[in-house]
Nanobody, 127 residues
Framework: QVQLVESGGGLVQAGGSLRLSCAAS????????VGWFRQAPGKEREFVAA????????YYTDSVKGRFTISRDNAKNTVYLQMNSLKPEDTAVYYC????????????????????WGQGTQVTVSS
């Protein structure tokens, strides 16, 4: 069983930056792929970024490439999402999700592939 807790959300002006954190419980965190998803009001939850257990493999949705960076510190059981050049359309509740993998080089981009979810953190970007 893994518990995930997000933090770092808030209100920021367009062009600003935020760093989200996803803290995980569990002693085998390096075997978990982690993804960030977001859900804006009235919209479906969408994939944002993912990272493999070792951190060596990452993947981003097109709309955040070059602006967001996903990383992890397995010694701290934490995954980060650094968000730069934020836009009003980035406004959403951001969720981190984790799932055990058979290889620490795997990552996943679909919500149904993740077993554990955090409670979400609100990110609001004002224009």
């Amino acid at each position: 069983q893994v518990q995930l807790v997000e933090s770092g959300g808030g209100l920021v002006q367009a062009g600003g930056s935020l760093r989200l954190s996803c803290a995980a419980s569990g002693r085998t965190f390096r075997r978990y792929a982690v993804g960030w998803f977001r859900q804006a009001p009235g919209k479906e939850r969408e994939f944002v970024a993912a990272i493999s257990g070792t951190g060596g493999n990452t993947y981003y949705t097109d709309s955040v490439k070059g602006r967001f960076t996903i990383s992890r510190d397995n010694a701290k059981n934490t995954v980060y999402l650094q968000m730069n050049s934020l836009k009003p359309e980035d406004t959403a509740v951001y969720y981190c999700a984790g799932t055990a993998t058979t290889s620490d080089t795997y990552y996943y981009t679909r919500a149904y592939e993740y077993m554990y979810w955090g409670q979400g953190t609100q990110v609001t970007v004002s224009s």
